[in-house]
């Protein structure tokens, strides 16, 4: 594990994300991405756009917007999945700690920073991970207020489960960006954490966040409060995204006793109904 920590994974990330920016002659574009969608599973009939000539960069092709008609957003659930991926881990965060995969946990505290709102109803988390072969966008769950950030610069160590399964506080380690707000039962937050290849991580409504930068310091983080009224977001409305795949992380209030409608293991869309009953 040590040594797993000590390698140039930011700057491989930032090689790597300057790869993605070159652009790609358009005869070779048919093959590359579509070697990358048979090995990644892929459905391009999904896609916004559907013709692989159209990305010009890998970056544009790992974040193609999604067809809406693909991805319905559930009408009467008031709160859905935020993105596509998979289910790691889900359940109360009363305890203050919270599982990263089955048996290994993390302290909430120091993966978010001092929560701000101590009126509590139940505290619920989800970890969903987005493999590369899943959109690399995510939307607001819930209709909510977004009233702080809060950048964590950190490692960009792999957050592939089996990784995760072995590295002890792996999300804490990594760079990661906390949006916290509010919705109708209290505090909601919304966590995008980076991982090997994905040094950047965009919030479309923050132009000052700038992640993956060469120089940080341990422990600090970056905190930047969205005006006196925080920013607004409806289910669905388009947050930000990954230059490949990640990990989201949601941790929020709502009424005690509420039922996941999914296991952990099981694969999400965006848009689907998050708990049994709302």
Request: with cysteine; hydrophobic share 40%.
């Amino acid at each position: 594990v040590v040594l797993y920590k000590l390698l140039p994974l930011r700057v491989f990330s930032r090689a790597f994300g300057r790869f993605n920016q070159i652009e790609i002659p358009s005869m070779l574009r048919p093959p590359v991405y579509g070697l990358y969608c048979k090995l990644f599973h892929v459905n391009m009939d999904e896609a916004l756009v559907k013709n692989l000539k159209s990305y010009k960069t890998m970056n544009q092709f790992f974040t193609r917007p999604v067809d809406p008609a693909a991805r319905p957003i559930h009408e009467n659930a008031k709160i859905v999945f935020p993105s596509d991926g998979k289910i790691l881990t889900q359940g109360t965060a009363e305890t203050g700690m919270v599982e990263q995969v089955k048996d290994m946990t993390y302290s909430l505290m120091k993966f978010l920073g001092p929560l701000t709102d101590p009126e509590k109803n139940q505290l619920y988390q989800c970890v969903i991970y987005l493999a590369p072969g899943n959109l690399h966008g995510f939307s607001s769950p819930v209709d909510w207020t977004i009233k702080h950030r809060r950048h964590f610069p950190g490692d960009l160590l792999s957050v592939n489960p089996k990784i995760a399964s072995f590295v002890k506080e792996l999300f804490i380690a990594n760079e990661r960006v906390v949006l916290s707000g509010t919705w109708e039962h209290g505090y909601f937050s919304m966590t995008a954490v980076g991982a090997t290849d994905v040094g950047n991580i965009k919030i479309y409504d923050d132009i000052i966040l700038k992640t993956n930068r060469a120089y940080w310091k341990a422990g600090t983080y970056y905190d930047m409060k969205y005006g006196e009224n925080g920013l607004p977001y409806y289910k669905g409305d388009r947050v930000g995204e990954f230059n490949m795949g990640s990990t989201i992380v949601l941790v929020f209030e709502a009424p005690k006793g509420m039922k996941f409608k999914l296991n952990p293991g099981d694969k999400v869309m965006l848009g689907q109904q998050f708990f049994a009953k709302d």
